[in-house]
């Protein structure tokens, strides 16, 4: 097919039941029930549709796909039984279609607003597809969430990020950045949010499913995804959900010893305080489109974020990709997953000054004591790394003689004095001297000395793949 980004759902679905080639199954659980209905109302669906299958009731979805260990039904799990089921019965049941048909199979799994309005609605949709006749099958799964306020209009944007989905694994499958924006066609700005995307399958081993995370979050089809160390994508409300959260925001370009220092004196402090269930702690590395943002240009090298979170994913650290800026937006997202369970934040002194900084806050109503009421309105502690105050002094800074304006130093003590911030103790002072930025510069110049200022690991693996411009020889330094 020729490639239209301006098409309405409407000329979506048609263009796909004109097309001989293109044949599969529906099965939609819960408020899902739009997509298939789409592709009957434009017409000519007999030359698409094999199947349609519904279920609201929970005991026949049981019967259908088996019970989920869970418990749950809105899950990924579930939507993998649903495609491997469905599509299984494609070529089994039609062994005539095989030689001329790509074959597919659309299932999802929705929860929308209740009649209460005390749930957010959201779910899972995916597409198992062949690109070729009788090729082994490909699949693309998503997270959505959805934000209008009415049940009926919450259906209604289902169906047509499921049309868009179905069309995109046809038509933009090697158009990775035009697939993530055709998802909200025909759709207006805030109605749904896409917080995970895969594509995975033999016609995609090229693609690295990290950059469309990266993707999903800087064109603006979400605020924050994430992936944990072994690469995979992970949908932040799974993996977070009632989880003690501690989540340290850097550059990490490269890692340091000092953020590693960072990570370990916080994780001795967070799990000792008497409200973290260490079985369900989760450390988090952030990463915000600020911080991946080029100097010179204000762009975002693909290649300098992989480096990154290559390195970051081989310490064994869960990656998160957000657009926010603020600690209190952050936190405020945070605890909506978490339930409020405890958060943790690590941050270096330098970075406390910058959030008493009262010029970042002059866009809010209410200003700083807005954002500090959003920030530690949740069960949320400050960990905060001490400094040098110079690269010459042995000045320790620390909160103990943290400095500010007078009007501002009655609400540092404040939050002080009732543990909503702390010193991190048994913190390195001989690493503190570690910039990363002077790191990469010796880095890319072949100086040595950058070794003994990154992990072990770190090293080696930079050195390895030649990350940061790594030249690959080492000059010694001139005296």
């Known amino acids: 097919m020729a490639d239209n980004l301006n098409m309405s759902i409407k000329q979506k679905t048609l263009r796909i039941n004109l097309d001989p080639k293109i044949y599969g199954s529906f099965a939609e659980i819960g408020a899902g029930q739009e997509v298939a209905a789409s592709?009957?109302?434009?017409?000519?669906?007999?030359?698409?549709?094999?199947?349609?299958?519904s279920a609201y009731d929970m005991k026949f979805s049981d019967a259908i796909y088996g019970p989920e260990e869970s418990g749950r039904y809105v899950c990924l799990p579930r939507l993998i039984k649903m495609l491997d089921k469905e599509y299984r019965l494609l070529p089994e049941r039609l062994p005539h279609r095989r030689e001329k048909t790509c074959f597919f199979s659309y299932a999802n799994?929705?929860?929308?607003?209740?009649?209460?309005?005390?749930?957010?609605?959201?779910?899972?949709?995916?597409?198992?597809?062949?690109?070729?006749?009788?090729?082994?099958?490909?699949d693309c799964i998503i997270h959505i969430l959805m934000h209008d306020n009415d049940n009926l209009l919450?259906?209604?944007?289902?169906?047509?990020?499921?049309?868009n989905l179905?069309?995109?694994?046809?038509?933009?499958?090697?158009?990775?950045?035009?697939?993530?924006?055709?998802?909200?066609?025909d759709l207006m700005p805030g109605r749904v949010e896409i917080d995970f995307f895969r594509l995975t399958g033999p016609d995609f081993e090229q693609f690295d499913n990290r950059l469309f995370s990266l993707k999903l979050v800087k064109n603006g089809l979400t605020k924050a995804t994430m992936f944990g160390p072994d690469g995979d994508i992970l949908q932040p409300a799974e993996e977070l959900y009632k989880k003690n959260l501690l989540v340290l925001r850097g550059r990490f370009r490269p890692v340091t010893k000092v953020n590693m220092d960072m990570i370990e004196t916080a994780i001795?402090?967070?799990?000792n305080e008497a409200d973290v269930d260490q079985s369900k702690m989760r450390v988090i590395t952030e990463l915000t489109l600020s911080n991946l943002r080029t100097q010179n240009d204000d762009t975002i090298d693909d290649k300098d974020f992989?480096?990154?979170?290559?390195i970051l994913c081989s310490m064994g650290l869960t990656v998160m990709i957000s657009n926010y800026q603020e600690y209190y937006r952050l936190v405020t997202y945070l605890s909506k997953i978490n339930r409020n369970q405890k958060i943790g934040i690590v941050l270096g002194i330098r970075n406390l000054a910058q959030l008493f900084d009262e010029k970042y806050y002059h866009s809010l109503q209410g200003g700083i004591l807005a954002s500090f009421g959003m920030l530690f309105g949740c069960n949320v502690k400050l960990y905060v790394y001490p400094s040098y105050a110079d690269n010459n002094s042995n000045v320790l800074l620390n909160c103990d003689n943290f400095e500010l304006p007078f009007h501002?130093?009655?609400?540092?003590?404040?939050?002080?004095?009732?543990?909503?911030?702390?010193?991190?103790?048994?913190?390195?002072?001989?690493?503190?001297?570690?910039?990363?930025?002077?790191?990469v510069g010796m880095i890319e110049r072949g100086e040595e000395g950058w070794e003994k200022m990154v992990p072990e690991l770190v090293s080696d693996k930079i050195k390895k793949k030649k990350l940061f411009n790594y030249p690959g020889e080492v000059k010694a330094l001139v005296e």
Request: net charge negative; with cysteine.
């Open 39 to 53: 592709f009957f109302k434009s017409g000519g669906a007999s030359g698409t549709i094999a199947k349609t299958m």
């Open 306 to 310: 992989l480096d990154r979170v290559d």
């Open 166 to 185: 179905i069309y995109g694994c046809f038509n933009y499958s090697h158009q990775p950045e035009a697939f993530l924006n055709s998802l909200v066609d």
């Open 408 to 439: 501002l130093f009655g609400l540092f003590r404040y939050l002080y004095d009732n543990e909503r911030l702390m010193d991190l103790e048994d913190a390195d002072t001989d690493i503190l001297h570690i910039i990363s930025d002077l790191v």
């Open 154 to 163: 919450q259906q209604q944007a289902v169906g047509i990020v499921g049309v």
């Open 109 to 138: 799994t929705m929860e929308a607003l209740n009649y209460h309005r005390t749930n957010q609605g959201r779910g899972w949709m995916g597409v198992r597809f062949q690109l070729t006749p009788e090729s082994p099958p490909n």
């Open 268 to 271: 001795k402090q967070f799990k």
